[in-house]
């Protein structure tokens, strides 16, 4: 046990290494998402113009729902995952795991955790600065129920991130290019995962649909939670069905690895 611990320990070290190198990338990739956040700010603050609320929600706590998306996204986003999978296969970089005693995705996660904490910090920079300007528009609830359940919502929602990038990563074993399934991957999540405007907004038979895929599960559900847009009972629910899809994925992800190295096997002779 403690000797796999010290194997992924050492994993993500390097991983750490590695993303810290290209640590200017993700700083600039966080200063252009506030240039994003203005844009999204200027144009709420518009609709608002002469209304109280939308939604059954004020202008503060809108704003502070996409601010909290934002931090969302460089913590528990899954940027490049999917294409370095595709490239470690194509390449044949993955055969080198299959003889090592290491499994392929708990070391891939553990690179994404490594990934994720150096760019969640740096995002934290330009919110820092933009802060001043910001916290007029920022309010948070303070019951504690959301914090116990926010925090394991966001566990979830990274693993459910992670695991969709995985699993087109898998595809590479059947087709040569995933660009196509990724794009529309991306389409999806940003317009049923809350990225471009909350989703209890939308019609209610959209949000229904929505709840029912795993995108709503990627990031409007825990931002949601920790920026009171969800009751208690429907937070409890939303993480039970978080919960399944955790494990449906991964049950999905063994089922390609297994799959796709009975291909790769076949096509390397």
Not at 147 to 152: E, H, M, V
């Given at each position: 046990?403690?000797?796999?611990?010290?194997?992924?320990?050492?994993?993500?070290?390097?991983?750490?290494?590695?993303?810290?190198?290209?640590?200017?990338?993700?700083?600039?990739?966080?200063?252009?998402?506030?240039?994003?956040?203005?844009?999204?700010?200027?144009?709420w603050t518009a609709a608002y113009q002469g209304s109280t609320e939308i939604g059954g929600f004020n202008v503060q706590q809108t704003m502070t729902y996409f601010v909290m998306l934002l931090v969302l996204q460089f913590f528990i986003g899954a940027f490049n995952e999917d294409y370095e999978i595709s490239e470690?296969?194509?390449?044949?970089?993955?055969?080198?795991?299959?003889?090592?005693p290491i499994n392929y995705f708990t070391y891939r996660f553990t690179i994404y955790i490594a990934a994720r904490v150096v760019s969640g910090l740096l995002i934290l920079v330009p919110l820092l600065i933009a802060f001043p300007f910001i916290k007029d528009y920022?309010?948070?609830?303070?019951?504690?129920?959301?914090?116990?359940?926010?925090?394991?919502?966001?566990?979830?929602?990274g693993l459910i991130q992670f695991s969709i990038a995985y699993c087109f990563g898998m595809l590479t074993f059947w087709f040569l290019e995933i660009q196509g399934f990724v794009i529309l991957s991306l389409a999806l999540e940003t317009l049923l995962g809350g990225q471009m405007f909350p989703l209890d907004l939308m019609p209610d038979w959209v949000f229904k649909i929505s709840q029912c895929l795993p995108f709503y599960y990627q990031m409007y559900f825990p931002a949601a939670v920790l920026t009171g847009r969800i009751d208690q009972a429907l937070a409890i629910q939303g993480l039970i069905v978080q919960l399944g899809w955790v494990v449906l994925l991964l049950g999905l992800n063994c089922l390609l690895w297994s799959r796709g190295l009975r291909r790769h096997t076949a096509v390397g002779g």
């Open positions: 046990m403690l000797g796999t611990l010290n194997k992924y320990r050492h994993v993500f070290i390097v991983g750490l290494q590695s993303n810290i190198v290209y640590r200017w990338n993700f700083a600039l990739r966080g200063f252009i998402s506030l240039f994003h956040l203005i844009v999204v700010f200027t144009l470690e296969i194509r390449n044949g970089l993955i055969n080198q795991f299959l003889l090592k920022l309010t948070f609830p303070d019951e504690l129920w959301r914090i116990a359940l926010g925090l394991p919502s966001i566990l979830l929602a």
